[in-house]
């Protein structure tokens, strides 16, 4: 792939770290990332179910472990990039076209079968619960071709989709996105470990600045950047669906 060139218009730069949301859209963000809202994140756990098996996830400072290299050598070089790709590409043409391509590498980066199946069911989840409330041809038609299998419907695509026809701010997006995929984790990990709500909470709080530093980092990458450092990770994701016995589906 060629390097892309940087767009010069403020509203598409990525280096622009600008932040800006009103009363509305603050509300829709905080409403998605609900507890309540369906989108199935607590049924799966991406490999971390393995580790957690194999006893190196037992405490506070393991878990942070964990989430920090799924963080830096796992979103960071995959879904995070998708999300910013689907936005500015929204952002430049406002076409489809694109995006059935973002979807296929997308599908092609994941490399475990249960992270690529997890993937496409919290997104086809995510399209069922946020159409109706978006009213948006532009997500209702998104969610047609999904059904249809006519394309995967990975999460990071439909998230970075629904986030710009929101209104998101690009910053805003990759970094909501990447908290909530790492604090969806941490959520798990309390109950399979299990750990108390204290430690989850403190972990979630450690991981912070963390994310704010991928997000920087995502916003200067472009698709020439994908790539799969977290071959732990990606092993343990492979062994999950042969484990004696599961608590979640991936």
Same mark, same amino acid.
């Given at each position: 792939?060629?390097?892309?060139?940087?767009?010069?218009?403020?509203?598409?730069?990525?280096?622009?770290?600008?932040?800006?949301?009103?009363?509305?859209? +603050?509300? %829709?963000?905080?409403?998605?990332?609900?507890?309540?809202?369906?989108? #199935?994140? /607590?049924?799966? $756990?991406? *490999?971390?179910?393995?580790?957690?098996?194999?006893?190196?996830?037992?405490?506070?400072?393991?878990?942070?472990?964990?989430?920090?290299?799924?963080?830096?050598?796992?979103?960071?070089?995959?879904?995070?990039?998708?999300?910013?790709?689907?936005?500015?590409?929204?952002?430049?043409?406002?076409?489809?076209?694109?995006?059935?391509?973002?979807?296929?590498?997308?599908?092609?980066?994941?490399?475990?079968?249960?992270?690529?199946?997890?993937?496409?069911?919290?997104?086809?989840?995510?399209?069922?619960?946020?159409?109706?409330?978006?009213?948006?041809?532009? +997500?209702? %038609?998104?969610?047609?071709?999904?059904?249809?299998?006519?394309?995967? #419907?990975? /999460?990071?695509? $439909?998230? *970075?989709?629904?986030?710009?026809?929101?209104?998101?701010?690009?910053?805003?997006?990759?970094?909501?996105?990447?908290?909530?995929?790492?604090?969806?984790?941490?959520?798990?990990?309390?109950?399979?470990?299990?750990?108390?709500?204290?430690?989850?909470?403190?972990?979630?709080?450690?991981?912070?600045?963390?994310?704010?530093?991928?997000?920087?980092?995502?916003?200067?990458?472009?698709?020439?950047?994908?790539?799969?450092?977290?071959?732990?990770?990606?092993?343990?994701?492979?062994?999950?669906?042969?484990?004696?016995?599961?608590?979640?589906?991936?």
């Amino acid at each position: 792939m060629s390097k892309q060139k940087k767009d010069s218009n403020s509203h598409l730069n990525t280096k622009d770290t600008t932040i800006t949301m009103n009363m509305q859209q +603050l509300l %829709q963000l905080m409403h998605i990332h609900d507890s309540a809202f369906p989108i #199935g994140t /607590y049924t799966h $756990s991406f *490999g971390m179910e393995t580790y957690i098996q194999q006893d190196k996830i037992k405490d506070p400072d393991t878990l942070f472990t964990y989430c920090y290299n799924y963080l830096h050598s796992n979103l960071s070089c995959g879904d995070g990039i998708f999300v910013k790709e689907v936005w500015q590409t929204l952002a430049q043409s406002k076409s489809f076209d694109s995006i059935y391509t973002l979807d296929a590498f997308c599908h092609a980066q994941k490399l475990a079968k249960e992270s690529r199946a997890g993937s496409t069911k919290m997104g086809r989840q995510f399209l069922e619960t946020a159409v109706p409330l978006a009213d948006s041809p532009m +997500l209702s %038609q998104w969610k047609e071709v999904v059904i249809a299998n006519q394309t995967y #419907g990975h /999460y990071a695509i $439909s998230y *970075g989709l629904y986030a710009y026809i929101k209104g998101f701010s690009l910053p805003v997006t990759i970094c909501s996105f990447l908290y909530s995929s790492v604090a969806g984790l941490i959520h798990n990990a309390v109950r399979a470990v299990p750990l108390g709500q204290t430690t989850g909470v403190r972990v979630i709080n450690d991981i912070l600045s963390h994310c704010e530093v991928e997000t920087l980092a995502i916003l200067e990458k472009n698709l020439d950047d994908l790539s799969n450092q977290a071959v732990g990770i990606e092993l343990a994701s492979m062994a999950h669906e042969f484990l004696y016995s599961r608590l979640f589906i991936s």
